[in-house]
């Protein structure tokens, strides 16, 4: 294809040249300009201005992803940029103006002399934020909010919009956005047109202004029949003013009127599973519409929860080349950084859509706000983790669900007191390193870290660095506490910020059977990782049966939990005395951080605490039940203070997809302080003949490796006919070995993982099992005589499995 070029002449410099200037053709887009204003801001911070500095920019137009990449490049006092198109441009930009912004010097020569030479390109094309339109009020007539959204989301490289709605916070009911937005000829009595029009207005406002950002805007109607539903007891209601048998020529008409409303947009999209509505309704709808507004650079979108790959692809086969699926990355939570949920989880997780070849792209859609629901969290390694693994199945990118996605943007909602209500309007503003960290990592997973760490000495001055480890500490515990006290994969199912891990019929939304609460019932757990995780009632079991196992049980979770309890607490004690602004934002984010290590240590020591008791009362050893009321009280020592921590700054919280109204934390230790008061009686109830061996832990019961290893990604050949595969691994342990196994499934998350023995040959440990196409994952437990064992990728540390992709 042939390269057309722009030029872009910054000739920027301390002791400014004849030729110094700034020319900026007319047709360069509007996201390098706003580009070049940033740069603007950063160059004031050492009062120069673009006369005094050089710099050279040139945009190339490639095809996607390329059109992101950028080479910055500096010679002597010059600097030159090319970019494979406006929107590398713009990254260049900005990344010019940050390196110039954390600088040090008064001139051009000083600056530049620190500037560092750089070349890059995005690991997914599409980044996306997943925000929700919020109804009641109607939160998309807020532009002055989505203006400084949109800048926030640039900033920080995000590229796409993704909103879905129409959302009501308080029923958490999803109402058609279409009787919302247009005017559909032959359906007058759809809608208010007043009302149409000023929420029209304020989307084109929208997509526009974010267009001049380089962000594109995604549009996913979720209802096709209900009409503003403001009860979750209210079933759904057809659209008033449309005929019985008319909704599919009705959505198609709405369809083709908002595209041709609005011809910036990106991705149009629906949902299929929830409807009950077969694969040729949304042609007859929405396929209509879309050949209808003659809109030729438009995709269409929807979600695989709720249908099946058989079910989309004659949508996406009618739609070729322009059909992206979004799938759950992990169900409604973000629990594990890696694609987790396995064998049980249905549409909860990928199933096959990542056989190929197929007619759609994929979109990994990030659920969070199920699990981050009010603490700030940003834990970099995690985030790096995440987006490593967003390749998988030839992704084009991900879309990443906001902080406000469920809950309001406004901070007054959140807060007691109006002093700290002030110090950021929205909500989303005091997430500012959520969205810088999934914004540049997933640009660029190796993004340096002194890079980040720069913005939160922007933010908190000499307390930057403390702030960052307390950040980096603390948010280790709210994942993995949702991932080994896993109650269920909706965000229905579990607030892990906000609950103890016990369950009722009255906090489980939908539930008919019958659950008893009971101080054991948290030891009947499961976890988001069968494969990675070993509960804590099997992992009790297993040891009084001798039997020896490779994944992280509850003691290695509990010393990761108090672990990163332990940091955080160490890091909040070194920060230094703030004031003004900085100390404003501390004030929050230390609530947030504390009450996060604070639910660590209440959780390690339940989890303890619980295997003692489990295990004390199977087998009749009384210091172990002592044991377990110990680590018990200690727990609800942990909790209360959570709660002294949270209950004064948050005002009481409606969390209405757990059912919890005026929520405050302190009310849960009174329950507590009743369930643990039942040790007794579960001790008085023991099987008394019952005796085994007191509870003896490995190094790996412990969370250590004890010795075993894995040496690098094992080795594996496929056999002529296709049908089977070899693995071989270089295990090696301290102690003499006893097992190797290969653990291994076909890659189709419903299908089940299995063991297979791997026998010592010359080049290592082999095994040979089935292969088909659709691609397989694998992993090696190695155990050694003295029962330690653990299984490779080590999950603490990387996706805890080996991946042969599709063929």
């Known amino acids: 294809m042939k390269r057309l070029f722009f030029c872009l002449l910054l000739t920027l410099g301390f002791t400014a040249p004849a030729h110094a200037a700034l020319r900026l053709p007319a047709t360069v887009p509007d996201q390098v300009r706003w580009a070049a204003g940033e740069l603007d801001q950063a160059l004031a911070q050492h009062r120069l201005t673009r006369a005094n500095i050089e710099a050279t920019v040139t945009i190339a137009v490639k095809p996607e992803p390329d059109d992101q990449a950028f080479a910055l490049d500096r010679s002597g006092t010059t600097v030159t940029i090319a970019a494979g198109g406006p929107a590398g441009a713009k990254y260049g930009l900005l990344e010019l103006a940050e390196q110039v912004r954390a600088a040090s010097g008064d001139n051009w020569r000083e600056i530049v002399a620190g500037l560092r030479s750089t070349k890059q390109k995005p690991w997914v094309a599409i980044r996306a934020d997943n925000a929700f339109i919020h109804i009641h009020p109607f939160v998309l007539n807020d532009l002055t909010m989505w203006r400084a959204y949109i800048d926030m989301l640039a900033r920080n490289r995000f590229n796409m919009l993704d909103l879905h709605g129409a959302y009501d916070l308080d029923t958490t009911g999803f109402s058609n956005l279409y009787p919302m937005l247009v005017r559909v000829p032959g359906y007058p009595g759809v809608g208010n047109p007043a009302e149409q029009a000023k929420n029209l207005a304020s989307l084109k406002a929208i997509v526009a202004y974010a267009t001049s950002r380089g962000v594109r805007v995604a549009l996913m109607n979720y209802s096709i029949n209900e009409d503003r539903p403001r009860s979750p007891t209210k079933p759904p209601s057809p659209i008033k003013g449309v005929p019985a048998g008319q909704i599919a020529d009705y959505t198609a008409k709405a369809t083709a009127q908002l595209i041709r409303e609005l011809p910036q947009l990106y991705m149009l999209g629906f949902r299929v599973g929830e409807t009950g509505q077969p694969a040729d309704f949304f042609k007859q709808a929405y396929l209509r519409g879309f050949a209808m507004a003659g809109n030729n650079s438009l995709r269409l979108y929807t979600r695989s929860w709720l249908t099946s790959k058989e079910q989309l692809e004659p949508i996406a086969a009618a739609a070729p080349g322009k059909f992206d699926v979004e799938i759950k990355y992990n169900g409604e939570h973000l629990g594990l950084p890696y694609q987790a949920m396995q ?465």
């Open 343 to 807: 064998e049980r989880f249905a549409t909860y997780s990928y199933e096959h859509y990542l056989d190929r070849p197929a007619d759609y792209g994929i979109l990994w859609q990030v659920r969070s706000n199920g699990t981050h629901r009010f603490w700030s969290w940003a834990n970099t390694d995690f985030i790096r983790q995440t987006v490593r693994t967003f390749r998988l199945g030839d992704a084009r990118g991900f879309t990443l669900e906001s902080p406000v996605s469920y809950f309001s943007p406004y901070a007054a909602k959140m807060y007691r007191a109006p002093a700290d209500q002030a110090v950021f309007p929205y909500v989303w503003q005091k997430d500012w390193m959520w969205y810088l960290a999934w914004g540049r990592l997933g640009y660029d997973p190796e993004l340096p870290e002194a890079t980040l760490i720069q913005t939160w000495r922007d933010h908190y001055g000499a307390g930057g660095d403390a702030a960052y480890r307390a950040m980096q500490a603390a948010s280790r515990v709210v994942p993995l506490v949702y991932a080994y006290r896993f109650i269920g994969a909706d965000h229905r199912d579990y607030s892990p910020e906000t609950e103890t891990g016990y369950t009722t019929n009255d906090s489980v939304v939908g539930s008919r059977t019958p659950i008893p609460l009971s101080l054991l019932q948290y030891a009947q757990d499961q976890t988001e990782d069968d494969r990675s995780f070993l509960p804590i009632d099997k992992f009790v079991l297993g040891k009084m049966d001798g039997l020896v196992d490779g994944r992280y049980g509850p003691f290695a979770v509990a010393a990761r939990l108090h672990d990163a309890s332990g940091e955080a607490d160490r890091a909040i004690a070194d920060m230094p005395p703030l004031t003004g602004r900085a100390a404003d934002e501390w004030r929050l984010l230390h609530t947030d951080l504390a009450a996060a290590a604070r639910l660590g240590d209440y959780h390690a020591d339940r989890i303890e605490g619980l295997v003692w008791l489990d295990h004390g009362v199977r087998t009749n050893e009384r210091g172990e039940i002592d044991q377990a009321n110990v680590l018990l009280k200690r727990s609800r020592d942990a909790w209360a203070a959570l709660a002294g921590l949270a209950d004064p700054v948050y005002q009481p919280l409606n969390n209405p997809l757990r059912r919890q109204k005026a929520f405050s934390w302190g009310p849960a230790l009174a329950d507590l302080e009743k369930l643990d008061a039942t040790t007794e009686d579960l001790w008085n109830a023991r099987p008394k003949g019952a005796h085994h061996n007191p509870l003896l832990l490995t190094d790996t019961d412990k969370g250590g490796t004890g010795g075993l290893g894995v040496a690098g990604q094992p080795t594996y050949r496929i056999a002529a006919d296709g049908k089977s595969i070899a693995v071989t691994a270089k295990a090696s342990a301290a102690r003499p070995i006893d097992r190797v196994i290969l653990w291994w499934k076909p890659l189709p998350s419903d299908a089940h993982w299995r063991a297979q023995e791997m026998i010592m040959g010359n080049d290592g440990w082999r095994a040979e099992v089935p292969f088909t196409r659709e691609g397989l994952m694998y992993a090696v437990e190695v155990q050694d005589v003295g029962g330690n064992a653990r299984s490779f990728p080590l999950q603490a540390e990387t996706r805890p499995f080996w991946v042969i992709d599709p063929r």
